[in-house]
């Protein structure tokens, strides 16, 4: 088999368009959707992914509040422009790219921020209304996963899906969405994890296969089973001296290999990572939404 790649941009472009439309809708009642960026240091990683967020911000007709912080920052610096922040009405939702550098306490960081701005989902009560089903922001990545099986016609109810990952920011929240109850859960779900001894013979067993590791290549096309669908959460940078940048971007998936077994597969770049960004638009016009009670 050969397999169908999911087309990431096109989904996400899809439901950019619906937004765009919401936004105009919310500016008419004189609301513009506002997020509040916040970059501390100058990882280029972030900076690249920051700067796609604002552009994508400003593709819909939103505004963004750009602010760069130097490496050398510190807590209560950052503190202070998130209570600003909160403080402020035009800001609807908050992004402190992550992650931040080491004298900064993340934790406080997340806790310091109004739950009903924290767009990225994060704060341990949108954590936990989320998983006791809750409306909730739900974190962007996972919840652009979901959406791409839903948009590729995977029937997620009853499926067994083997995530091989467990951050706070991918894999436990994807883990608690699938096995929610309702449109997009009601799935079986397996978290594997660096610990997990003989990875491939849990991912063997899955109808879908999410692959959200950090580790390039770590799915091979022996640990799926013929016809799996196989999402890629994995942005790698690998050096290539063939590039202008000196790297290429790689997923956690051998995808040459993989896709001749697959029947869905998305690639990198141009799966999951606009979905990313498409959930937290989602996420900032929600909470306009709801401020303007429109
Ligand atoms: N770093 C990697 N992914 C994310 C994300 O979704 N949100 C934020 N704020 N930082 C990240």
């Given at each position: 088999m050969s397999a169908k790649i999911i087309d990431g941009k096109a989904v996400a472009e899809k439901i950019r368009g619906e937004l765009r439309a919401e936004v105009a809708r919310l500016k008419a009642k004189g609301v513009t959707p506002g997020l509040g960026v916040i970059l501390v240091g100058d990882d280029p990683a972030s900076k690249s992914y920051v700067t796609a967020k604002e552009q994508a911000c400003h593709e819909i007709g939103m505004f963004s509040d750009d602010n760069r912080l130097p490496a050398s920052a510190t807590q209560e610096e950052l503190l202070a422009l998130i209570r600003r922040m909160n403080e402020?009405?035009?800001?609807h939702g908050i992004l402190v790219q992550?992650?931040?550098?080491?004298?900064?306490r993340e934790s406080e960081v997340l806790l310091a921020m109004n739950p009903d701005k924290d767009v990225d989902g994060f704060h341990p009560t949108n954590v936990g209304r989320m998983v006791v089903g809750q409306q909730a922001f739900l974190p962007c990545t996972p919840h652009g996963v979901v959406q791409l099986l839903l948009h590729s016609g995977v029937?997620?109810?009853g499926a067994h899906v083997v995530i091989v990952g467990r951050s706070n920011i991918v894999g436990k929240p994807l883990a608690n969405m699938l096995m929610a109850k309702g449109p997009g859960g009601n799935a079986t779900v397996t978290v594997c994890h660096t610990?997990?001894?003989?990875i491939g013979a849990f991912t063997r067993q899955a109808d879908i296969v999410v692959a959200a590791?950090?580790?390039?290549?770590?799915?091979?096309?022996?640990m799926v089973c013929e016809g799996a669908v196989v999402i890629d959460v994995g942005v790698n940078r690998v050096p290539d001296p063939t590039k202008k940048s000196g790297f290429r971007l790689a997923g956690d998936v051998d995808f040459e290999a993989v896709k001749e077994k697959a029947s869905l597969i998305t690639p990198?770049?141009?799966?999951?990572g606009p979905m990313t960004i498409t959930m937290l638009l989602y996420n900032t016009v929600e909470s306009a939404r709801r401020v303007a009670g429109a």
């Open positions: 402020d009405p035009a800001i992550l992650p931040l550098p080491k004298q900064i029937k997620i109810e610990r997990t001894r003989d590791a950090g580790q390039p290549g770590a799915i091979k096309a022996d990198v770049p141009g799966g999951v």
